[in-house]
């Protein structure tokens, strides 16, 4: 079992530059898999921590109409969870950054939950997130994650009671995921001081570094969420910047966000 997960000691140098985490969220396979691989290196060089794979899935429950549509295109592109998982351990022949894999829990329990954990560590995967499970419903794959060495990863949401969220960040590794506004992905934008009280309320409960996702769209609004999280996630910006374009230019404007998202984060 790994002592210290490959997000945890992200964090830990973080903190100890007095700097905020990037995690980056993609599509896994949008517009395919060839670009996937060439794309992660180059975000955690403009300036990712941190990058999120979404494993695409037809029935999406969080997701709104940027990634719906992204999924959607990587999976008539035939980017099933078994290649994405090749593709990975390919990305980590050219990076060893931290990579989560954001998954319908179906998928994985389809593909099998101990097989699937076994070959996400393989393949070099540090953490997962299962948007569509609970963690009262999380016991079999907690089990299985957590015996290999995964962070399991929750959210946290703006209704959750303090009680609730110690309760969920018990059963987190690597970080806590705070859900900045209800609704969908990249849908309205989250209100700072709702945030920053919200995310205090949260690291009241746990150890765990926090990070602030859904709504974040732009260098300003991650530069403010900065100064409240220890990480910000951002996902259906970096998608719809590499939609309709050619795979290097796709790569080439993911990229060119990214460097100017992680610059507002330091400032």
């Not at 849908?187 to 746990?206: D, F, S, W, Y």
């Amino acid at each position: 079992m790994i002592e210290t997960s490959r997000i945890s000691e992200k964090f830990a140098a973080l903190k100890a530059e007095k700097k905020k985490g990037l995690i980056i969220f993609v599509t896994a396979g949008d517009p395919d898999l060839g670009t996937t691989e060439r794309l992660v290196p180059e975000l955690f060089k403009a300036g990712a921590d941190v990058v999120e794979l979404g494993i695409p899935f037809s029935d999406p429950l969080a997701d709104g109409p940027v990634i719906q549509q992204s999924f959607k295109r990587a999976l008539d592109n035939g980017a099933t969870l078994g290649r994405i998982l090749d593709s990975t351990r390919r990305i980590r022949e050219h990076s060893d950054g931290p990579i989560v894999f954001m998954s319908a829990y179906n998928l994985a329990f389809h593909f099998g939950l101990p097989k699937f954990a076994k070959m996400a560590v393989l393949c070099g995967v540090d953490g997962v997130i299962f948007p569509d499970l609970i963690p009262e419903e999380a016991e079999e794959s907690n089990s299985a994650l957590k015996a290999i060495g995964l962070d399991t990863i929750f959210l946290v949401a703006p209704t959750t009671s303090p009680a609730r969220t110690k309760m969920i960040a018990s059963n987190c590794g690597g970080f806590v995921y705070y859900v900045s506004v209800s609704g969908v992905t990249g849908g309205q934008k989250p209100l700072v001081e709702e945030v920053k009280g919200r995310v205090a309320m949260i690291k009241r409960n746990t150890d765990l570094p926090v990070a602030v996702g859904f709504g974040i769209s732009t260098p300003e609004q991650v530069g403010v969420m900065g100064k409240h999280a220890d990480g910000v996630i951002v996902g259906s910006a970096v998608v719809k910047a590499m939609e309709g374009l050619s795979p290097a230019r796709a790569i080439e404007s993911a990229v060119g966000l990214v460097r100017s998202l992680r610059t507002a984060l330091d400032k």
